[in-house]
């Protein structure tokens, strides 16, 4: 049974960095794009980022583009977002997600189908 499963989260000032990890196992998923996504509370579920398997074509929502970097290292199972310049509105659980099919859309959450349990983040002013 495939499972992603996050880490990395926790209290940052606004200004800070964190760097969330997500790793896969009983699979992989080299040959899929993988995500991120994030959910505040009252909020739906948004798009962060994305990566497809050949690790440099990336997505990213407008609000953290430029601040964020997505990576991964399929001989880790592993993708990575990397959060600079943290702002309040960047305070969410974020999802690590993953899929095995082919398709050309990446930005909504019914384009993944493996999601991780989410991992805090909270950024103080």
């Known amino acids: 049974q495939a499972q992603l499963v996050e880490s990395g989260g926790g209290l940052v000032q606004a200004g800070g960095s964190l760097r969330l990890s997500c790793t896969a196992s009983?699979?992989?998923?080299?040959?899929?794009?993988m995500g991120w996504f994030r959910q505040a509370p009252g909020k739906e579920r948004e798009f962060v980022a994305a990566i497809k398997s050949n690790g440099w074509s990336t997505f990213y929502a407008q609000s953290v583009k430029g601040r964020f970097t997505i990576s991964r290292d399929d001989a880790k199972n592993t993708v990575y977002l990397q959060m600079n310049s943290l702002k309040p509105e960047d305070a969410a659980i974020y999802y690590c997600?993953?899929?095995?099919?082919?398709?050309?859309?990446?930005?909504?959450?019914?384009?993944?189908?493996?999601w991780g349990q989410g991992t805090q983040v909270t950024v103080s002013s």
């Open positions: 997600a993953a899929r095995d099919y082919y398709s050309g859309s990446y930005s909504s959450v019914r384009d993944f189908n493996f």
């Open positions: 009983g699979r992989t998923f080299s040959s899929y794009p």
